[in-house]
T-cell receptor, first 113, second 112 residues
Framework: KQEVTQIPAALSVPEGENLVLNCSFT??????LQWFRQDPGKGLTSLLL?????REQTSGRLNASLDKSSGRSTLYIAASQPGDSATYLC????????????FGTGTSLTVIP | DAGVIQSPRHEVTEMGQEVTLRCKPI?????LFWYRQTMMRGLELLIY????????DSGMPEDRFSAKMPNASFSTLKIQPSEPRDSAVYFC??????????FGQGTRLTVV
């Protein structure tokens, strides 16, 4: 069974700093990996999806990378803002696209003004 | 598209009562997922459907929980009878094949 880990569980940075969130998975046979953001009391918002054939995806100040061989993905946030404060979760989809996806435990990010 | 729509947004009920949560997935999506989220356990997958067929319900905690998907545009999660430990936020998500998954805003359930 795929296991997904996110470290650290919580992160606090000053505004303007660049930061990296980490996601590790145990089985490198994946179809894709998705990063989500969750604000307190809200649902999950999809940020980026990386197909297994890709190495990275970019959206605005966000850049996600994928290294299947090492079982790792990173989410890079440039020039962080207080509005980036949220919990970030990664989810891995196994090769069978009709299968469930596995979530990490999340990283709670606080950007201090 | 309006996204994944869940109702109600909030539900407060007394222990022992039946609770029904509803979900309308994004049109054209063929997979639907029900999750439960608590502070203690995080996100837990309860059950998921492919093409309206339940594929894996191993996450359903007890026989008190049941889920149906009578057609491609509607699913329900029912708890009967409800218990205080069922209090959580219940999310529905949908996806088309291996593409991006989208979540609803959730139903916050409180059982008193």
């Amino acid at each position: 069974k795929q296991e997904v880990t996110q470290i650290p569980a919580a992160l606090s940075v000053p505004e303007g700093e660049n930061l990296v969130l980490n996601c590790s998975f145990t089985d490198s046979a994946i179809y894709n990996l998705q990063w989500f953001r969750q604000d307190p009391g809200k649902g999950l918002t999809s940020l980026l999806l990386i197909q297994s054939s890709q190495r990275e995806q970019t959206s605005g100040r966000l850049n996600a990378s994928l290294d299947k061989s090492s079982g790792r993905s990173t989410l890079y946030i440039a020039a962080s803002q207080p509005g980036d404060s949220a919990t970030y979760l990664c989810a891995v989809l196994p090769p069978d696209t009709g299968n469930q996806f596995y979530f990490g435990t999340g990283t709670s990010l606080t950007v201090i003004p | 598209d309006a996204g994944v729509i869940q109702s109600p947004r909030h539900e407060v009920t007394e222990m022992g009562q039946e609770v029904t949560l509803r979900c309308k997935p994004i049109s054209g999506h063929n997979s639907l997922f029900w999750y439960r989220q608590t502070m203690m356990r995080g996100l837990e997958l309860l059950i998921y459907f492919n093409n309206n067929v339940p594929i894996d319900d191993s996450g359903m905690p007890e026989d008190r929980f049941s889920a149906k998907m009578p057609n491609a545009s509607f699913s329900t999660l029912k708890i009967q009878p409800s218990e205080p430990r069922d209090s959580a936020v219940y999310f529905c998500a949908s996806r088309h094949r291996g593409r991006r998954a989208f979540f609803g805003q959730g139903t916050r359930l409180t059982v008193v």
